[in-house]
């Protein structure tokens, strides 16, 4: 499994239905519903069903192939500016 890509917020939680949109792991909050409910996602390697599950930074959510990390937004990104 490819290592999880960081997707930073600006709060300190996000639902899980908006972070999939956020992270593309779907096109639309539409197509997070049926995902979610149909036990395709996992977050931290669990299988969640709750489209309004409360994420955190650290934590990882998975969809098929892809995992995304939720990354607070103020972290130094790497880059020099």
């Keep these: 499994m490819p290592e999880p890509y960081d997707v930073a917020i ?3 939680s996000i639902r899980l239905g908006q972070f999939l949109k956020l992270a ?3 096109e639309s909050g539409a197509e997070a519903k ?3 409910q149909d036990g395709q996602v996992l977050v931290n390697g669990e299988v969640e069903t709750r489209r309004g599950r409360q994420l955190v930074v650290g934590d ?3 969809l098929g192939p892809q995992s995304a990390r939720v990354a607070d937004e ?4 790497g880059l020099p500016w």
């Design 10 to 12: 600006r709060d300190q």
């Design 24 to 26: 593309n792991l779907v």
């Design 34 to 36: 049926p995902v979610i």
């Design 60 to 62: 990882v959510v998975t």
């Design 74 to 77: 103020a972290a130094d990104d």
